[in-house]
């Protein structure tokens, strides 16, 4: 399992610890990721992604999964979250 969000494409960061002497050592930023069921209204079912926390107040904030992955890249999905993406597409064109 990949330590990369599945909507945004963040993923880990290098940088370094700096300790009291100022030594450097290298060390990694891993992204905040949670495990969520988010709900599709078009689909009207839960699909299970592997998300950051600000990738899910983005979601919020575009009032769901759908608007969301709406005005989303196809570059920065994963080929999960792409699937879904084409689903919710097919339905809405199907229901229009």
């Not at 992204?31 to 078009?42: A, F, G, M, R, Y």
């Not at 079912?45 to 926390?53: D, F, G, N, Q, W």
């Not at 759908?66 to 064109?93: C, F, H, M, P, R």
């Amino acid at each position: 399992m990949s330590r990369r969000c599945e909507l945004t494409g963040k993923g880990p960061m290098v940088g370094n610890n700096s300790s009291h002497a100022n030594n450097k050592t290298k060390r990694r930023y891993l992204p905040n990721l949670q495990d969520v069921s988010l709900q599709s209204e078009t689909l009207g079912r839960a699909i299970k992604l592997r998300i950051t926390a600000s990738a899910l107040r983005s979601v919020d904030h575009r009032g769901g999964l759908d608007g969301y992955l709406a005005k989303a890249k196809d570059t920065e999905l994963s080929a999960n979250a792409l699937k879904v993406k084409k689903e919710i597409a097919k339905a809405q064109a199907a229901s229009a």
